[in-house]
């Protein structure tokens, strides 16, 4: 369609070319696979493992890969355990700061408490990084007193969350702590932290109850958040509220949240929620203020399909947004037209699903699952995910595949393959974009030993990418006609009536991309005089939309 006004004096007359999106590569590996723990001592018994990769990335480009190694002998013998390590790379994917691997648990946190003051273990980490590279990493821990007792009803065991805070270099700036000691038969897990810039963090853990102590089954699961900050001066965590409830329902099983904060301190918690209302478990969500007290009155249903189980939510959001912000949540779940697949759905301002759930995978001939989600400053995001027949190696071969999408939801580009190498196991893959949209994958590899009375071994790898331009939104398409001022400013028209003043384009040839609605200008700027700046009337178009279906998560 054509759109015509009539030249005045100091204008020039060039062709507008409206650019449909088309999924041009955007996406670029800077790196090949990353071994994270090559400098660790222990990976080079076959036996050791080192896997489940959590990843956070500063403002800097600067990455954080936190995992559970391996420890090996300790004070008290041949027992073996496991610990928390990390890794921090630059934005080149080199490594940081330190080119050995730090471990960030200790083997007793308190030689005065009465009993179970020794860590038996320490696994599944978490991490998140503010602006500056500072970050925290929180873990769970088994504490108990004899350290070579293996059931794991013993009511001598107690599971609580820990955390520690770390400057840009690995630093430590406090010693591990607590998250939240309660008294009763209560284990911790499952945490997630999300960081903002002023220095304040929101861990969320799973609490299980046993009424039977000696029973393995809990009697109650619930997800549970608490906001927190550090004592630069004394070198202390510092609580800044109670354990608080992040469900507004009680009912059923909650576990398995997942924390993203911004920058300015508001945060969205995501759970899996095995409510009696549905059949199978639902992913819900729910956003706080920067004060951790509730921005939604409710809880909202994620997920759209209902009647099979969906689990494993991962929540990402802009660190740019303010209070009133959008977010996105994958998770993987079964659905009436697929075997395991990976979804995700957007959550707009007003805390409402906008339009339906999708699936991020190509490929649904095999299970895939376990999602991370990531985001950067202009709302797109990019979802890692583990791919499989089900089983374990030697039995089948997992690959971790990951895809990016735009803000709006639609895809950026096709699903691709993380992991270079396929001959052995990859899975449990760890998403962190940063506010640029360059971003990090990292997972675990387990080795197909062909020796079956030896352990698989397992490490840790990462691989580093880049994002070209404005993501690949280019292509030529349909072509309209104006007339632009040669002045300072000029109006770009789009074939709706849409439209948004630009700064003067100084080249003869000049392609412009708009975050939303890609655009070619062809033509030929003339030495005409320069005009006066567009009045209002010169500009009486509407502006560059924003409504809902362009902009679901309130950036603009």
Partial sequence: MRHRTR????????????????????????????????????????????????????????????YEGFRGPIDFG???TTSIFFQQYDAAGNEFASTIPTRVDSDTYRPDYPQNNLIKSAYDPAVAADADGNFVVTWTAEFVNNPYDEYADDPDRTVRVLARVYGPKGNPLTPQTIVHEEAGNFHQGESSVGLDDQG??????????????????????DVFYKQLTWDPVVGQIVPLTGKLTAPTSTEGLQAGPSVASTAAGSFVIAW?????????????????????????????????????????????????????????????????????DVFYRLVDGTGAPVGSEAVANETTA????????????????????????????????????????????????GEFLVNVSTSDGEYD????????????????????????????????????????????????????????????????????????????????????????????????????????????????????????????????
């Fill in 7 to 66: 030249p005045r004096r100091g204008q020039v007359r060039l062709a507008v070319e409206r650019l449909d999106r088309r999924d041009l590569p955007s996406v670029a590996p800077i790196t090949d696979e990353v071994w994270v723990n090559n400098d660790d001592i222990f990976q080079l018994n076959p036996i050791f493992h080192q896997q489940d990769p959590a990843a956070a990335r500063d403002n800097n480009g600067r990455s954080i890969i936190a």
């Fill in 78 to 80: 041949d027992y073996v």
């Fill in 200 to 221: 304040h963090f929101v861990v969320a853990w799973t609490s299980q109850y046993f009424e039977n102590p000696w029973d393995p089954s809990p009697t109650e699961t």
């Fill in 272 to 340: 899996e929620d095995g409510d009696s209302v549905i059949p199978g478990p639902g992913v819900y969500a729910r956003r706080f203020l920067p004060d951790a007290s509730p921005l939604d009155g409710l809880q909202v249903l994620v997920n759209e399909t209902t009647t099979m189980g969906q689990r494993n939510p991962s929540v990402a959001v802009s660190r740019a947004t303010d209070l009133k912000f959008g977010y996105a949540v994958a998770w993987d779940g079964d659905g009436a037209k697929f075997s395991r």
């Fill in 366 to 413: 095999d299970t895939q699952s376990d999602p991370s989600a990531s985001m950067d400053d202009a709302g797109n995001f990019v979802i890692g995910w583990q791919s499989g027949t089900g089983g374990s190696v030697p039995d089948v071969v997992w690959d971790v595949y990951a895809r990016r999408f735009f803000s709006d939801g639609t895809p950026d580009t």
């Fill in 429 to 556: 893959a760890a998403v962190a974009v940063d506010r640029q949209g360059q971003f990090v994958v990292a997972w675990t590899r387990e080795y197909n030993d062909p020796n079956p009375w030896n352990l698989n071994s397992t490490d840790v790898f990462a691989r580093f990418y880049t994002v070209s331009g404005s993501g690949g939104r280019r292509a030529a398409a349909r072509k309209s006609e104006t007339s632009v001022p040669a002045a300072p400013s000029w109006l770009l028209l789009d074939p709706s009536g849409g439209g948004t003043a630009v700064p003067r384009l100084e080249s003869a040839t000049t392609a412009l991309t708009d975050d939303r609605d890609p655009w070619a200008v062809v033509g030929e700027l003339t030495d005409a005089p320069p005009a006066p700046q567009p009045t209002p009337d010169d500009l009486a178009v509407p502006a560059v939309r924003s409504d809902p279906e362009v902009d679901p998560l309130g950036l603009v």
